[in-house]
């Protein structure tokens, strides 16, 4: 049974639709009702993404926020008590982090599928979705697991999408200090 567990876990960690499908919903929710939202850097949607994949990471970090206690307690009402309270999602943090290899990789295939629109600018990724992928993430909000998604990335824009990437990454490790130990690289620019 152990074994089996441990290769569930290791198969869906590297299945890439769990992914895709995450990110295409975040740039969904921030494309806003005119369709032009972007998010700006690889590094920021891997931040988002790390925080909707590990809901103990994301009601961490919407804890150690200057927001009011009542918006906290909404904020993570919606956490199911196993998403916190299990040993496995309180020690996620000490064998993930938001610097993720893949992000690149998925970046790529969603682009290839011309889901997404990437441009290169200057300093950074841009990334915003298409109207096929508008039309994808339409169809993936039919599923439950995929509205309580949305949900999550309506709480990221709402609170965080005006932060800088500098401000996202220095609060990742205040909240998350360990990840510095599994950091091998990190060029933050403005």
């Given at each position: 049974?152990?074994?089996?567990?441990?290769?569930?876990?290791?198969?869906?960690?590297?299945?890439?639709?769990?992914?895709?499908?995450?990110?295409?919903?975040?740039?969904?929710?921030?494309?806003?009702?005119?369709?032009?939202?972007?998010?700006?850097?690889?590094?920021?949607?891997?931040?988002?993404?790390?925080?909707?994949?590990?809901?103990?990471?994301?009601?961490?970090?919407?804890?150690?926020?200057?927001?009011?206690?009542?918006?906290?307690?909404?904020?993570?009402?919606?956490?199911?008590?196993?998403?916190?309270?299990?040993?496995?999602?309180?020690?996620?943090?000490?064998?993930?982090?938001?610097?993720?290899?893949?992000?690149?990789?998925?970046?790529?295939?969603?682009?290839?599928?011309?889901?997404?629109?990437?441009?290169?600018?200057?300093?950074?990724?841009?990334?915003?979705?298409?109207?096929?992928?508008?039309?994808?993430?339409?169809?993936?909000?039919?599923?439950?697991?995929?509205?309580?998604?949305?949900?999550?990335?309506?709480?990221?824009k709402r609170h965080f999408s005006t932060w800088s990437q500098?401000?996202?990454?220095?609060?990742?490790?205040?909240?998350?200090?360990?990840?510095?130990?599994?950091?091998?690289?990190?060029?933050?620019?403005?």
């Amino acid at each position: 049974m152990r074994n089996n567990l441990v290769k569930f876990v290791m198969d869906t960690d590297s299945d890439d639709s769990i992914q895709m499908s995450r990110m295409l919903i975040l740039l969904d929710v921030f494309a806003t009702r005119n369709r032009n939202g972007v998010i700006e850097g690889i590094n920021r949607i891997a931040i988002y993404d790390f925080l909707l994949k590990y809901p103990y990471a994301f009601s961490n970090f919407i804890r150690r926020q200057e927001l009011s206690i009542t918006i906290q307690n909404h904020l993570t009402d919606s956490l199911h008590s196993y998403e916190t309270d299990s040993i496995e999602s309180k020690t996620m943090k000490y064998n993930f982090a938001p610097w993720d290899y893949k992000y690149r990789r998925v970046i790529s295939i969603l682009e290839s599928k011309r889901l997404v629109d990437l441009q290169i600018g200057s300093k950074k990724a841009i990334l915003q979705i298409t109207e096929l992928g508008t039309e994808l993430a339409g169809k993936l909000y039919a599923q439950e697991q995929h509205q309580i998604i949305k949900e999550k990335c309506k709480i990221l824009k709402r609170h965080f999408s005006t932060w800088s990437q500098k401000r996202m990454v220095e609060k990742i490790y205040e909240v998350f200090p360990e990840i510095l130990q599994l950091k091998t690289e990190l060029d933050v620019t403005e």
